[in-house]
């Protein structure tokens, strides 16, 4: 199995500790756009979650796998925690939440260049009720200066009994090691609970409609963004040509939005077609054909069996 940088000084800790081997599940917890995705990326080395500085970027709570010689790690990835508009922020609250139960360590992850506010003790509310380990997790350290984040520091400590407090860069690798040595120090001994070589427990299909859905969060804004809900209607692999052949479908909530996501002459929708089919072919590791075409569902956001058929917030369990 390759290396992994973050190896090193957590199988220090587990040597120290006389643990053969340890294993769990950890969940990221917190308000949007606080780095949850980012950071499950980072630990994983690869892009396995999408990331965009839009509210409700994540919609599916699901697991990343990391095994290491000594440890396996199971990450739980969660929709940010929010004041809900619809009922498909109502779900996505419902699925963060979900995740705190069953986990052996519940971290929270808090903005390090914006105040502790409402929202985020309201968040750790809902965590002192969780039997886990908590982790305190100060993220984007690289985007504010030391005074700044040592007051982070202190407000965050004050806003539970935590385990740690951990401030960390996911974007420049600065205390990820701290991070994930602080998480396995608080895992049980246990087996591996997902075989060796596993990554993600995510369908291939959710991840297409999830990279194409990504296109479209970090190409426009306001409405657009929150309305857009994506299928994956067909996906078949041609092992002679070592091409993924992918039809998908994305779903908007008015004609005008349809017409935006398609551009002048398709332009709009092919440039985001491209973008995504570049991110596809790095996970699949061959060509991929993409083919996407936009419909108009009114108000699925209000429609839970709409939303559970996306597989949004609870739906995928």
Known sequence: MDSHPLDKPVLARAEESGKSFRSGFVTLVGRPNAGKSTLLNAIMGKKIAITS????TTRH???AVLSRPGYQLVIVDTPGLHKPQDLLGEELNAAALAALADVDVAAMLID???PVGKGDVWVAGHLATAKAHKIAVVSKTDL????TLA???SEVAALAPWDAVVPLSAASGDNLDVFLTEVVSLLPEGPLWFPADMETDQPLEVMVAEFVREKVLRSFREEVPHAIGVKTDELEFLAAKRLYRIHATLFVERESQKGMIIGKNGARIKEMGTQARLDLEHLLGCRVFLDLKVKVKKNWRRDLAQIRRFGYGEGAY
């Open 144 to 147: 504010t200066d030391k005074p």
């Open 151 to 153: 007051r982070q520091l």
């Open 61 to 63: 709570r699901f697991r």
């Open 112 to 114: 390090a260049a914006k």
């Open 53 to 56: 500085d839009t509210v409700q």
